[in-house]
Nanobody, 126 residues
Framework: QEQVVESGGGLVQPGGSLRLSCTSS????????VGWFRQAPGKEREGVSS????????YVADSVKDRFTISRDSAKNMVYLQMNNVKPDDTATYYC???????????????????WGQGTQVTVSS
């Protein structure tokens, strides 16, 4: 059984919106940092956004700033990535990752995250 599970990916038109969800049946996300990463074919994996354990502070990559928002719902043990005004360059497999700490200067470094989901595909196309 996977420890971290993403959902919400799909096909969306440019300018549209999509919300990705991350949850775990074994890990209390409130006590951990949670990051979203993405990887497009032929490209390196990149950090998109991250949120620290409660009280939450969030970080977001410049490439998605003002378009993507990360949030958590403690009652549901969920972390979301709201994607607005998506662009074709946002096409990628998106991964949720969980780790004990999120460092302000290294939130985008994959090595700080211990548990990863299988990924959910996001395709932006008309």
């Amino acid at each position: 059984q996977e420890q971290v599970v993403e959902s919400g990916g799909g096909l969306v038109q440019p300018g549209g919106s999509l919300r990705l969800s991350c949850t775990s049946s074994k890990i209390n996300l409130d006590y951990n940092g949670v990051g979203w990463f993405r990887q497009a074919p032929g490209k390196e994996r990149e950090g998109v956004s991250s949120i620290t354990r409660s009280p939450s502070k969030s970080y977001v990559a410049d490439s998605v700033k003002d378009r993507f928002t990360i949030s958590r719902d403690s009652a549901k043990n969920m972390v979301y990535l709201q994607m607005n005004n998506v662009k074709p360059d946002d096409t990628a497999t998106y991964y949720c990752a969980v780790g004990p700490v999120v460092l302000p200067d290294a939130w985008y470094v994959a090595a700080w995250y211990d548990h990863w989901g299988q990924g959910t595909q996001v395709t932006v196309s008309s």
